[in-house]
């Protein structure tokens, strides 16, 4: 899918018509302005195995297993 770098502003235009006409100038207004306030929610943490985590220089979490001389 090639990314698109141009809008098409009438159809951009035509949408923000139909919601203010919707829900009114004020309310749209009013969540735009409390939107740039707004943080985004943190990034969720990456489930890294033992192996990553022992290169970037971190704790292993658990064993995951059992150890090798159990399975001789």
């Known amino acids: ?3 698109m770098t141009h809008f ?4 951009l ?3 923000l018509d139909d919601i203010i006409d919707t829900h ?3 309310p749209v207004l009013r969540a735009l302005i409390a939107r ?3 943080r985004d ?3 969720p943490p990456l489930g890294l195995n033992a192996h990553l985590r022992r290169d970037i220089g971190l704790e292993p979490l658990d ?3 059992p150890g090798w001389d ?3």
């Open 8 to 11: 098409d502003r009438s159809a």
């Open 24 to 26: 009114g100038l004020w």
């Open 70 to 72: 159990l399975l001789r």
């Open 13 to 15: 235009r035509g949408r």
């Open 36 to 38: 740039s306030f707004r």
């Open 1 to 3: 899918m090639t990314p």
């Open 41 to 43: 929610p943190p990034v």
């Open 63 to 65: 064993e995951g297993g």
